[in-house]
């Protein structure tokens, strides 16, 4: 701002009668991955000045300062150079001039030097993969010039695959696999000059840790990858996850397939269940499938219920299609209950969770639809000793 345009000895124009505090300002600059210094050609018949390089504003981040020296004449031209350091990607340039009074310079062109980028890597070879409990172990020979790797799994030969990693060394452990599954890998090397092709691709089907038929996997998102094992008639869970329940599980699942009715009964002992948080739980479950979505009926509410009776209390469990909550006597032999849909707890009010189950109580008693079974009833009845 405030300068003028003239022609000059050297053939085009130049930006004259430059004064303290003029600017010019160029939009969308991109400096790729870094510019590192900068050239002006300029010419001045006083002392000169000096050129200001601030991104995105007059008084914006400083990446250089260009200084600029009397040349002569108001035609007599030089390349002044300066080092430039913080100007990457894309950003507005304002080249903001400074100095004393009066006109300070002409300036013909300018430019900037960036670093050079290096040859995008070769794409990595020799990819193994081996199988371990849940796992899969990866391991490649390392290529020249690349900074990392990205690893990309599939579950179809040839892909497509996605990208599960990236990593600066040559060996990866893939903890996100299902054991007895068959895996397809490939491998990319990266730098600042690109990614290469992919490796040869690898596959590997992970052992399961678990006795067959039985299978393990994660359900939903529990953010970090569960495991599970089988010893001497023990099965181990190791699980992470928000909660059982709501509009999605997140938990770590040992299954069997089944079709029709079926029934399970297991001792799951509360005393087991680390205390890693006051909702670490523990249980058996029916669900319709491995999504985190699916309909199930959880032992979460036995494990309540079965609080409740070490209590003194006379808990019951409510089955309604697709889904199980508590109920509990208000006093024994009233046949007057309570309820409280216990997926709720930790996200609402125990009020809120009461009054959530009543009504899907009530709905379902309407409908013909409810089955209530007190603690007492499963042992007498049928010899079942929930969470003892």
């Known amino acids: 701002?405030?300068?003028?345009?003239?022609r000059t000895h050297e053939g085009g124009q130049d930006v004259g009668t430059i004064q303290n505090g003029n600017y010019l300002v160029f939009n969308n600059v991109d400096f790729g991955v870094g510019a590192v210094s900068f050239n002006a050609r300029v010419a001045s018949a006083t002392s000169g000045g000096n050129i200001e390089l601030r991104l995105d504003s007059t008084n914006g981040t400083l990446v250089g300062t260009c200084a600029v020296a009397g040349t002569g004449g108001w035609q007599t031209w030089?390349?002044?150079?300066?080092?430039?350091?913080?100007?990457?990607?894309?950003?507005?340039?304002?080249?903001?001039?400074?100095?004393?009074s009066g006109y300070l310079f002409n300036v013909e062109w300018w430019k900037f030097n960036c670093t050079t980028l290096p040859t995008p890597p070769l794409?990595?070879?020799?990819?193994?993969?081996?199988?371990g409990a849940e796992q899969a172990v990866l391991r490649w020979t390392a290529i020249t010039n690349a900074t990392s790797y990205n690893v990309q799994r599939a579950t179809t030969n040839g892909g497509p695959y996605t990208t599960v990693a990236n990593v600066a060394g040559t060996n990866y452990t893939d903890t996100g696999v299902i054991g007895g599954t068959t895996y397809y890998y490939a491998v990319s090397a990266l730098n600042l000059g690109g990614e290469s092709a992919n490796s040869g691709q690898a596959s590997v089907i992970p052992t399961v840790n678990v006795?067959?038929?039985?299978?393990?996997?994660?359900?939903?998102?529990?953010?970090?990858?569960?495991?599970?094992s089988f010893t001497n008639g023990v099965f181990t869970v190791i699980g992470c996850g928000a909660d059982i329940g709501n509009t999605a599980d997140a938990f770590r699942f040992v299954h069997v397939s089944t079709n029709g009715n079926c029934t399970i009964i297991a001792r799951v002992t509360?005393?087991?269940?680390?205390?890693?948080?006051?909702?670490?739980?523990?249980?058996?479950?029916?669900?319709?499938?491995?999504?985190?979505?699916?309909?199930?009926?959880?032992?979460?509410t036995v494990l309540f219920a079965s609080l409740?009776?070490?209590?003194s209390m006379s808990p019951a469990i409510v089955l309604v299609p697709g889904h199980a909550f508590l109920a509990w006597e208000t006093w024994r032999g009233s046949n007057a209950w309570r309820y409280l849909e216990t997926t709720m707890i930790g996200s609402s009010t125990f009020e809120q969770a009461c009054a959530s189950a009543e009504k899907t109580a009530e709905f379902y008693q309407g409908?013909?639809?409810l089955r209530m079974w007190s603690l007492s009833e499963l042992r007498t009845k049928f010899g079942i000793t929930p969470m003892e």
Not at 1 to 6: I, L, V, Y
Not at 87 to 92: E, L
Not at 211 to 228: C, E, F, K, V
Not at 308 to 311: C, F, R
């Open 1 to 6: 701002m405030g300068a003028s345009n003239q």
């Open 78 to 100: 030089v390349t002044k150079s300066c080092s430039v350091s913080g100007a990457a990607g894309i950003h507005n340039l304002c080249l903001k001039f400074t100095g004393g």
């Open 123 to 131: 794409a990595p070879g020799s990819l193994v993969a081996k199988a």
């Open 211 to 228: 006795p067959s038929p039985w299978l393990t996997q994660d359900i939903g998102a529990g953010g970090l990858t569960g495991g599970a």
């Open 270 to 300: 509360s005393a087991s269940v680390e205390n890693i948080n006051p909702w670490s739980k523990a249980g058996v479950m029916i669900r319709e499938s491995l999504a985190d979505k699916e309909a199930n009926c959880v032992d979460g």
């Open 308 to 311: 409740l009776e070490g209590i």
């Open 367 to 369: 409908a013909k639809k």
